[in-house]
């Protein structure tokens, strides 16, 4: 239940790129069922500790607790295996909608979920998106559709944690606050949500706010 069980506990951590310090002694915790914004201007090394929280970048200091074990630089199967990550720019070597919707089953860490034509229409009507979405290629559709489409994704994947950056950048006023309601309903679930955003509206939804000072 929230506030009850600490999932994540970042311990200063330091994200560094060669000799290029971006994030420093950077701490916090996100409990169960809590919505976190992490906010800061550009350059100030939001997307990187959400790349070094699933292990693309090492972390040069600091420890990373996910549900209480310790998580090291180079063995971070645990929070892969827990946590969907939406990046903010995601690029897919696919043509048509329903190769996307496919492709993160397809992964180690997913095998095992199982997913049906009903479970998927069923959520992309829940996003707002009419089910023959599936049947498109994906340069018939827009940039906000797409950014719901992957939302479908996350949800479906179903993980204790889910890492989101700048979640509402594709989308209109009316979507984002579908979207909005959608992962509160998924934090009173029990999700842990930690999102790096620009976006003052959503930060101002979220259980708490933390912002990253520029180096």
Same mark, same amino acid.
């Given at each position: ?10 311990? &200063? ?5 060669? *000799? ?7 701490? $916090? =915790? /996100? ?77 180690? &860490? ?5 997913? *049906? ?7 992309? $009507? =829940? /996003? ?88």
């Amino acid at each position: 239940m929230k506030g009850e069980l600490c999932l994540l506990d970042i311990r &200063n951590l330091t994200v560094a790129y060669n *000799t290029q310090v971006v994030v420093r002694d950077f701490s $916090m =915790r /996100l409990q169960r069922g809590e919505l976190v914004a992490v906010t800061g201007a550009s350059g100030s090394g939001k997307s990187s500790l959400l790349r070094a929280l699933m292990g693309f970048v090492p972390a040069s200091m600091g420890e990373i607790f996910f549900d209480g074990v310790r998580v090291c630089n180079g063995h971070m199967e645990k929070i892969r295996r827990c946590t969907a990550y939406l990046p903010q720019d995601l690029s897919f070597p696919c043509e048509w909608v329903s190769e996307v919707l496919e492709t993160p089953f397809l992964f180690k &860490n997913n095998k095992n979920i199982t997913v *049906t034509k009903d479970g998927w229409q069923a959520m992309l $009507m =829940r /996003l707002g998106l009419d089910k023959s979405i599936m049947a498109k290629r994906l340069n018939e559709i827009s940039g906000g559709q797409r950014q719901r489409m992957l939302f479908a994704v996350v949800a479906m994947l179903d993980k204790e944690l889910i890492l989101l950056d700048e979640p509402t950048s594709a989308l209109d006023g009316g979507s984002v606050t579908l979207i909005v309601d959608f992962i509160k309903e998924m934090c009173k679930s029990g999700k842990s949500v930690l999102a790096v955003t620009h976006d003052k509206y959503f930060a101002s939804v979220c259980d708490r706010v933390i912002n990253i000072p520029t180096l």
